[in-house]
């Protein structure tokens, strides 16, 4: 049962990697769908195997760690392989309608999307840190592809950027492995773990956690190496933008905090931690004060994301040398905000790209009077505003509760500024888009109306970003489930 | 000091190098040649110092041919967007794009014609 | 002086990356590790079904990388033709008229194709393998093209997409298979496994090849472009 669910989800986006890649964009189009269904499905089913037996480790081709590569499946690696089977599938079932299928560069966004996903899962279940690389590899090239697909000018210049920026986080995250190696002559990140808690003193790999983390750092965009994000996020077509800014970047920082949490209590120091929440806290303040200056409504989107990783980044001051309380509840804080921005932002950039459509330009004071004509997408584009805001009873409240609840366990009051602050200013931005929206001398009358499918998708996952804050309890529960034998986070 | 830590120190150095050069140079095709030096010192390093510590280790050797093909992969895609945006846009190299905020009310889209 | 401005900065971080990686280096050389990593490869080397420790490790202990490597590759490719509008082949632009390279064509691809065969075979037991051999027969290719001998196969079609998935195809295909033996994912059945190996080595070749091929083809040579969503107004 457990091979085949494995297998499933391993397999079936390589496999329809290369099915779409032979298919036309039509074709592709159906064949996805079946994709889509299989790989939500075995998501559920693996989701429902870790909540009945708890996690396990999967030997792949039978070799054990450290000779083969192991796969971690534990309550973090599920839930969010499921939350990427969600907004994956609500992207591509988005793009399927959305994008224009008598583009012939459209075809190939089936075989990117279902190579993306493929890595994203690779990144989700992996343990082994040379497999880790190889897996964000897969999602940076398939990312920069989507971005450059069509190959116009603009979109060039900020898939060039973002693969430059890229390339060189990957590099720096290899410099570290390779030290790793060199130290411990294991790959496995478990091992390596357990290898530091025993004998070894682990010099010199101090370095080298410091360059995985600024490499993956850099991937994640987190200030001030963000400059890259606005540029691929803005100008990619939407449904690529909510894939990129809902889970790509979330694939690098998930490996940052795996990282951190397996190696940072020996490795780390507190100036590390407390300058990666510096950082966190000033992204949260400059995404913020960007978003709030953009014209255009894609990259008013995009530097909301740029603020929103800001938050994720509390978590290593929060977890660093702190009570196994505090650190619990920055942990699940981590993941709810993950989770809930994931959600939200995805519903944004979709909705956003309704509202293009529909006005027919990419600029904010564009939209004046779209209010009455497209409430629906307008609608979602608000509730996923209220999540990124933080007010209750969303998703995005609940993270930021228990970051608050972790700053003030540990004494480190200063990150209230960072909570408080940045909610204020995302109310700004979410409330200016409504402010044009509203603007009724408009001299436009016709407006395109895109499908109500096209409609419905942004609205889904706004609600369920929305109902997170609700569902937190259960949604944390599994997230706490680890191995069998108690190893783990 | 065997020979296989003055290759990872050498890898050190090349590192180094690699990313002084991806720092400082902004023509896109040189940058890439600087990553790719950069990659080449990362190999170093990660063969020299196993190798160093364990004699013959078959593991990174194939961990680096991975990484030679993967960092193949990136070069050579890279390659390909270089040369369209150059053909697109007759530059070579990724200036700053036009601050597009609010209160800039210069003109409204910067975009150079096509070479040809 | 603006200049020595701008690079001040950079030297300095530079200087503090290499001695920072140095000093940790130095550290860890001299150290000892915990794990014997090449020592248990040797135990297990002979069930591998191949006698090159390397070999050995990229396609069985660590075969889920080298999969996954082979889609990094692939997706390259994809990403490439994706931008490029390849008009046709025939374009006399495309072509070196060189009197020299003609002659020596005749010699060296023939060669080259043995070469690449050799480098091939010679992976299962001593260094060589599937991307050495894909290079160099890339690198024929390449050399064909300058030459100007027609490679209809290159142009955007089913030919160049299945040639791009061929290897990465057949490679997912042994690995799922041999689930349906009841083993794990990417376990090769023992008696099998230098069968397994050797046909998967061959289709990577032509796969490693037609990419490398593929993304060297994908010049920019129109001025198709479509705006950006929403375009300019």
């Known amino acids: 049962m457990t091979l085949w669910l494995m297998a499933g989800l391993l397999f079936t986006p390589l496999a329809w990697a290369v099915l779409t890649l032979l298919a036309g964009f039509r074709r592709g189009r159906v064949v996805t769908w079946l994709g889509i269904a299989i790989q939500v499905l075995v998501s559920l089913a693996l989701w429902a195997v870790v909540v009945r037996d708890g996690g396990f480790q999967y030997p792949l081709g039978g070799w054990q760690a450290p000779l083969g590569i192991e796969l971690r499946v534990d309550g973090l690696a599920v839930t969010f392989v499921l939350l990427t089977a969600l907004v994956a599938a609500a992207s591509g079932l988005h793009a399927g309608f959305y994008l224009d299928p008598d583009k012939q560069w459209h075809r190939y966004f089936w075989p990117l999307f279902w190579f993306l996903w493929a890595g994203l899962n690779v990144v989700w279940l992996g343990n082994d840190l040379f497999n880790l690389y190889v897996g964000l590899e897969l999602i940076s090239l398939s990312a920069v592809g989507l971005v450059a697909l069509g190959g116009q000018s603009e979109a060039l210049r900020a898939a060039l950027r973002y693969l430059m920026a890229a390339l060189l986080g990957s590099l720096a995250y290899l410099l570290g492995v390779a030290l790793f190696y060199g130290e411990f002559g294991s790959l496995s990140l478990s091992g390596i773990a357990s290898a530091l808690g025993q004998d070894s003193s682990g010099d010199g790999t101090g370095f080298a956690l410091v360059l995985m983390l600024f490499g993956l750092a850099l991937k994640t965009a987190l200030f001030p190496m963000h400059r890259w994000l606005p540029p691929a996020h803005g100008i990619a077509r939407s449904p690529v933008s909510a894939l990129l800014s809902a889970l790509v970047v979330k694939g690098s920082f998930y490996i940052a905090a795996r990282l951190w949490l397996e190696l940072g209590a020996p490795l780390g120091s507190l100036a590390l931690a407390q300058l990666l929440g510096l950082l966190g806290g000033m992204a949260v303040f400059w995404g913020g004060w960007q978003a709030l200056r953009q014209r255009k409504l894609k990259q008013v989107v995009a530097y909301s994301s740029v603020a929103q990783i800001g938050y994720l980044f509390l978590l290593f001051p929060l977890t660093w040398n702190t009570t196994e309380a505090a650190a619990l509840q920055a942990q699940q804080a981590m993941t709810l905000q993950v989770i809930s921005h994931a959600l939200a932002k995805a519903a944004m950039f979709l909705s956003a790209g309704n509202l293009i459509m529909s006005v027919g330009s990419n600029r904010v004071n564009a939209l004046a009077g779209v209010s009455h004509f497209l409430p629906f997408s307008l609608f979602s584009f608000g509730l996923a505003g209220v999540s990124l805001m933080g007010l209750p009873p969303t998703g995005g409240f609940a993270a930021k509760w228990l970051f608050l609840q972790a700053s003030l366990a540990t004494g480190q009051w200063w990150w209230l500024v960072v909570l408080l602050g940045g909610g204020l200013l995302s109310a700004a931005y979410v409330f200016r888009v409504y402010r044009a929206s509203f603007v009724e001398d408009s001299n436009i009358d016709h407006f395109f109306h895109p499908a109500r499918r096209l409609e419905i998708i942004p609205m889904i996952l706004a609600l369920l970003s929305l109902g997170l804050g609700l569902m937190a309890e259960p949604v944390l529960s599994v997230m706490a489930l680890t191995f069998a034998n108690g190893e783990g986070t | ?116 | 002086m603006k200049r020595i401005l701008t690079l001040l900065p950079a030297t300095a971080v530079c200087l503090a990356f290499v001695s920072g990686l140095a000093y940790s280096i130095w550290q860890i050389a001299i150290t000892t590790t915990s794990v014997d990593l090449p020592g248990l490869l040797g135990e297990n080397l002979d069930q591998s079904g191949v006698e090159n420790p390397v070999t050995a490790v990229l396609l069985n202990f660590r075969s889920y990388d080298t999969l996954l490597e082979i889609g990094v590759l692939v997706i390259a490719g994809i990403a490439g033709i994706s931008v490029a509008r390849t008009s046709s082949l025939e374009d006399p632009e495309l072509r070196t008229s060189d009197t020299l390279l003609y002659a020596l064509q005749r010699w060296l691809i023939p060669l080259m194709l043995l070469l690449a065969g050799y480098l091939l075979w010679a992976g299962s037991d001593r260094p060589g393998g599937a991307f050495q051999a894909g290079a160099v027969l890339a690198a024929s290719g390449v050399l064909m093209r300058l030459g100007g001998i027609p490679m209809d196969f290159l142009r955007p079609g089913i030919m160049l997409r299945l040639g791009l998935s061929l290897g990465f195809a057949v490679f997912l295909l042994v690995a799922v298979t041999s689930a349906l033996h009841g083993g794990e994912f990417l376990a090769y059945p023992p008696e099998l496994a230098k069968t397994l190996i050797v046909v998967i080595e061959t289709v990577l070749t032509l796969s490693i090849a037609m990419v490398l091929l593929a993304l060297f083809v994908s010049a920019p040579v129109n001025n198709a472009e479509e705006p950006e969503e929403g375009g300019s107004g």
């Open chain 2, 1 to 116: 000091m065997t020979p296989s830590l003055l290759y990872a120190f050498a890898g050190a150095a090349l590192c180094g190098i690699g990313l002084f050069g991806f720092i400082v140079i902004s023509h896109l095709l040189r940058k890439l040649l600087a990553f790719n030096l950069m990659g080449s010192g990362v190999f170093l390093v990660l063969v020299g110092l196993a190798q160093h510590r364990s004699g013959p280790d078959p593991v990174p050797q194939a961990l680096v041919l991975t990484g030679i093909v993967v960092a193949i992969a990136a070069t050579a895609l890279a390659v390909v967007l270089i040369r369209r945006y150059f053909h697109l846009s007759g530059k070579t190299a990724l200036e700053d794009p036009a601050r597009d905020t609010l209160p800039h009310q210069g003109p409204r889209e910067v975009r150079e014609a096509p070479r040809e």
